[in-house]
């Protein structure tokens, strides 16, 4: 075997131990999402299934056909998904599935899956009480694109209704808005929460595309960040700091998460564990870009 450089097929050795070693990654790279925020998520999971001397198969197709088709034919051990939306079709696929999965994202019905998730709705919910605490009483949240939360991915929408419940219960004025990564669509929605009788003074951010241009747009409308306009993002820590004038944020935990996700499919492979829900709690970390209320 040595003379011959021989090495093992990994099919054939899947065959004779019932494991490959493999992890699967389903990530969907759709249009409305933003790859470089995907990509923190995917190095997470790599890095720590090389802990666990598993490799990782990436798919990006969209359709429950993919994940049959690696399962069936024992390419993975276990399963991870990425971009989870409310009522996603993959899941019935996982659930009948004799293969461990973990959902990165929380469904309305997990099926019996195991999920673990940034808490979005917390997030919201931080950045207006911060912002209520600093007096801002007309608050607006700038959200994912419309597409995003057409499909209901859970990370748009929860965000949104934690923004929606957040203002109602604290008696602020809000309003909301989806929007397209690019500055003209970004230009129409600061018109829109700029315009009517209680313009806001503070906005929530989700939408990591669009900070580096949101401050030359909020300069052409002659507005000072944070003299005039205070400002909140939700996006990851590495994303808020990278600004001259780090933002105050809410920091997405991507490496938390795609750590946990893989530790979760490995407890379920060598334990048997039953299925679980986790949810990393959010925190905020003050930068340059909130003040008190003008």
């Not at 990436?58 to 359709?63: E, H, P």
């Not at 401050?215 to 052409?220: C, D, G, I, M, V």
């Not at 105050?248 to 935990?253: D, F, G, H, L, Y």
């Not at 564990?273 to 340059?288: D, F, M, Q, V, Y």
């Amino acid at each position: 075997m040595a003379r011959l450089n021989y090495s093992p097929r990994s099919s054939a050795r899947a065959l004779a131990s019932s494991r490959s070693n493999v992890l699967g990654l389903v990530v969907p790279l759709r249009p409305d999402v933003n790859v470089g925020v995907v990509m923190q998520f995917v190095t997470a999971v790599v890095t720590t299934a090389r802990t666990f001397n598993q490799d990782v198969l990436l798919l990006t197709q969209d359709d429950p056909g993919s994940i049959e088709r690696v399962t069936s034919q024992s390419m993975v051990d276990g399963l991870l998904m990425m971009d989870i939306e409310a009522r996603d079709p993959r899941i019935p696929v996982l659930a009948r599935l004799q293969k461990p999965a973990v959902l990165i994202g929380m469904p309305d019905e997990p099926r019996g899956l195991s999920c673990v998730d940034f808490d979005f709705s917390g997030a919201s919910r931080l950045a207006v009480r911060h912002l209520w605490d600093l007096g801002h009483r007309s608050i607006a949240f700038i959200g994912s694109p419309p597409a995003s939360l057409k499909r209901h991915a859970t990370y748009a929408d929860r965000a949104l209704q934690g923004f929606t419940d957040a203002a109602a219960s604290l008696g602020a004025a809000s309003r909301s808005v989806a929007c397209e990564a690019d500055s003209p669509q970004l230009a129409k929605s600061l018109d829109a929460v700029f315009s009517g009788k209680n313009p806001a003074t503070a906005l929530v951010v989700h939408n990591e595309a669009l900070l580096p241009m949101l401050r030359e747009e909020l300069s052409l409308r002659g507005l000072a960040i944070p003299g005039d306009i205070s400002v909140v993002v939700i996006a990851p820590a590495d994303v808020a700091k990278a600004a001259a004038r780090p933002w105050t944020a809410v920091s997405i935990p991507a490496m938390d998460i795609g750590r946990s996700a893989v530790e979760m499919v490995m407890d379920r492979l060598s334990r048997d564990k039953p299925a679980e829900l986790r949810l990393i709690a959010p925190s905020l970390t003050l930068g340059e870009t909130t003040a008190e209320a003008p």
